[in-house]
């Protein structure tokens, strides 16, 4: 079974509020991705992390990888209408997993 | 070609037909995998490949599900004697570098999936 969790799976916020979704795994994790899937397409990458810890930022968005290499984390600041989507991590383990997904939208 | 594609984009079947769902990677990625997708779900891993190499078949639900990748470029799955619970969206991607425990930069690069009903 699937052994990437992340939470919220629903998140609406008004446009121009913060976002943050959480991905957590039962197994340590060699590194972690991050995908958008907007509502119809295919899921793209946004980054990787590798390191224990790690943090990188990608204009108003801020992604972590916890201290045991277990969890991480994606924020968004001040959410545009073009953020909607579908947010997934993906980790490697012993396979390639990835999580059940975030789903945001963004009321304007 | 400049992305990976996918074929059919839509596949309607009658239970207990085979299908098979096609994948031509990105020119010169090395890696390819195979995911199925459920609605409102996340892309449940399948198999995938390092060149022709199947590396990682554990993910495929049962022995009806099969893939191959003879030139290490197109990949082939095959789903024989369809059934119900097939129907999803089966998605490819592939990755310039090899896949492994501690791989560096992997991209993905997804396909845009084929839609598969079972009727």
């Known amino acids: 079974g699937q052994q990437v969790m992340q939470i919220p799976q629903y998140q609406h916020v008004q446009e121009g509020e913060d976002f943050t979704t959480y991905c957590n795994s039962s197994?340590?994790?060699?590194?972690i991705q991050w995908y958008k899937q907007r509502p119809g397409g295919h899921p793209v990458f946004l980054i990787q992390?590798?390191?224990?810890?790690e943090v990188k930022k990608q204009k108003r968005l801020t992604f972590q990888f916890g201290e045991a290499k277990k969890n991480s984390s994606l924020h968004i600041t001040a959410t545009q209408t073009t953020d909607v989507g579908t947010y997934f991590c993906?980790?490697?383990?012993?396979?390639?997993?990835f999580g059940t997904g975030t789903s945001l939208t963004v009321i304007p | 070609g400049a992305g990976v594609s996918q074929s059919p984009r839509y596949k309607v079947t009658k239970r207990g037909q085979d299908v098979a769902l096609r994948c031509d990677p990105i020119?010169?990625?090395?890696?390819l995998y195979w995911y199925r997708q459920a609605l409102g779900q996340g892309p449940e891993f399948l198999t995938y490949?390092?060149?022709?190499?199947?590396?990682?078949k554990s993910g495929l639900p049962n022995d009806r599900f099969s893939a191959e990748r003879p030139e290490g470029s197109i990949s082939t799955l095959t789903i024989q004697r369809t059934e119900q619970r097939d129907s999803a969206m089966y998605r490819c991607?592939?990755?310039?570098?090899?896949?492994?425990?501690?791989?560096?930069?992997?991209?993905?690069?997804f396909g845009a999936g084929t839609r598969l009903s079972v009727l």
């Open positions: 991607a592939s990755s310039l570098y090899v896949m492994g425990p501690a791989l560096a930069k992997n991209i993905q690069y």
């Open positions: 197994t340590t994790l060699s590194n």
């Open positions: 992390l590798v390191k224990s810890g």
């Open positions: 993906a980790g490697t383990g012993n396979q390639f997993y």
């Open positions: 020119s010169g990625h090395v890696s």
């Open positions: 490949f390092n060149y022709e190499a199947q590396q990682d």
